[in-house]
């Protein structure tokens, strides 16, 4: 019975010291003036010396073992499209690693992992504002003696009519290999509810689906922030919008629109969100906010997601005027949320005499899964050793999420799936006839008016497709599959209430 015992203590000692010294590929953080941290060992942060300086946009990745491969900025105040710099392991500009789309806002790329090939990440790149398009690169990291090459750039996904909104976004997809990026367009100011969902699989990049989503906003700054498992996002924007989806990680759609508070239409009290972050359990909501036209606070709020009315339940954790300004939150591996501030005089970059603790400093919420005080707010807590802060933290995605166990693109059990909204006599009933060669598509229970049906092979590739309006609670549809090939298929109805998924195998 001792032996017993202690080997159980051995086991839990083990436990607990590989969950203090985690490594993941969201290991190691470069932003600001030259500023890093490493959270390799979750317990106590380390700080190094990164070679960039951007006032926002900054991204990083580090391999499984939690070592940097290489990180991005873009180079604010210089009047050019071709901005991005990617930087190596060794703090040097990556081999072609310069003359990239971007043009130094806040979060206007992403690194993403190439499906299927160890040694190739995508960057993903937006012209923001005055500027337009979205692009790729690729980096090959088995090149250059493991420091790694550009090998392609600035591959165009979209033109001159789309400027993207400053907040891209990636959740990896629910079979745990591909990847959803998520952004939103905000061409000549014209109003709209519309995301751009692309798909990143081993095949390529592909502009999978466009919804039509939400609160019908004219957007310039748009945080698309989703939960560290994927399942949720918030999103706010300076004009006063918060709201809250349900993310569909298989078919990549949004559903269940949860808005907390609305934008408001007097541009004189537009409270400029900044960005927005949710805690781990997601039942809780982090906002940071600049100063407005009619005042000259930053703040720090906290929302309670399980209220009936969330908006109601807004928390002031931390109030600080300029010249300080508040700027982005983030998530960290440590699953401690940080906040970056800028100390504003009067130009983009500091001078170099410039320092205190604002700019040397980030702020720390200890327990972010906490409601009110028992989160432990820290202002200006985390010292950067002697590096400073901006605006800025990477937008980094989380790298090692997995699969969605138990969903539909998670199995090749034949069943009937996920209703997100929980509703027991919403169903979707999918049943195959092989003499008739056809998919027989039924569901009852609809609570949407709207409705887009896919139908997608086991490599993601859509097969079919079809939206249009309900009439009542009842859909029903007959795919005839005589020219398809045997194999499973995957069936997704998505309401502007529901998203209801099914498959089955043709054979």
Not at 378 to 400: A, I
């Amino acid at each position: 019975m001792l032996k017993r015992v202690v080997t159980i203590i051995l086991f839990l000692s083990v436990a607990i010291l590989k969950c203090c010294n985690c490594q993941d590929r969201n290991s190691n953080w470069c932003f600001g003036d030259s500023a890093g941290i490493n959270f390799n060992n979750l317990s106590n942060p380390t700080t190094f010396s990164a070679s960039l300086v951007s006032r926002g946009t900054c991204a990083s990745i580090s391999d499984s073992s939690g070592n940097l491969l290489f990180y991005t900025n873009t180079r604010a105040g210089i009047p050019v499209l071709k901005t991005t710099l990617v930087w190596s392991k060794n703090h040097q500009i990556m081999l072609n690693g310069d003359s990239i789309i971007g043009r130094g806002w806040y979060k206007e790329h992403i690194i993403v992992p190439y499906p299927g090939a160890n040694n190739l990440y995508y960057l993903f790149t937006a012209g923001v504002s005055s500027t337009s398009g979205f692009f790729y690169s690729i980096i090959d990291m088995s090149q250059n003696g493991g420091l790694g090459t550009v090998v392609q750039k600035n591959v165009q996904l979209q033109g001159s009519d789309f400027w993207a909104n400053d907040g891209i976004s990636a959740i990896k997809h629910g079979n745990g290999r591909d990847w959803w990026v998520v952004l939103r367009n905000w061409y000549n100011q014209i109003p709209n509810d519309t995301f751009y969902f692309y798909l990143i699989t081993p095949a390529g990049v592909s502009l999978d689906h466009i919804q039509n989503i939400g609160d019908m906003i004219i957007p310039g700054f748009y945080r698309i922030e989703p939960a560290n498992d994927g399942n949720k996002i918030a999103v706010c924007t300076p004009g006063g919008l918060l709201e809250e989806f349900t993310f569909d990680r298989c078919t990549g759609y949004l559903s269940s629109e949860i808005i907390i508070e609305h934008e408001n239409p007097n541009s004189n009290l537009i409270p400029w969100y900044w960005d927005c972050e949710l805690s781990a359990n997601k039942n809780l909501l982090y906002v940071s906010s600049t100063y407005s036209q009619n005042d000259s606070n930053s703040y720090l709020f906290q929302y309670n997601l399980n209220d009936a009315n969330p908006s109601i339940t807004r928390d002031t954790l931390y109030r600080i005027k300029e010249p300080v300004e508040g700027g982005l939150i983030e998530l960290a591996p440590d699953n401690k949320i940080y906040w970056s501030c800028d100390y504003y005089v009067g130009s983009i970059f500091y001078p170099d005499s410039v320092r205190n603790i604002y700019n040397e400093n980030l702020s720390v919420i200890n327990y972010p899964d906490s409601l009110g005080a028992t989160c432990d707010f820290q202002p200006f807590s985390f010292y950067l050793g002697g590096k400073r802060t901006y605006y800025g933290l990477p937008n980094n995605p989380n790298y090692e999420l997995g699969a969605d166990s138990g969903s539909i693109c998670d199995s090749l059990t034949v069943g009937i799936l996920n209703n997100e909204q929980g509703i027991s006599n919403t169903e979707l009933f999918v049943f195959y006839h092989p003499g008739w060669q056809t998919a027989f598509i039924n569901a009852k229970g609809l609570a949407g008016k709207k409705y887009v049906l896919t139908v997608a092979d086991v490599f993601g590739h859509i097969i079919y497709r079809e939206n249009g309006k309900l009439d009542g609670p009842y859909y029903t549809y007959d795919l005839h599959m005589n020219s398809f090939a045997d194999g499973l298929y995957i069936v997704s109805l998505v309401t502007d209430k529901e998203v209801l998924s099914g498959k089955f195998i043709r054979q």
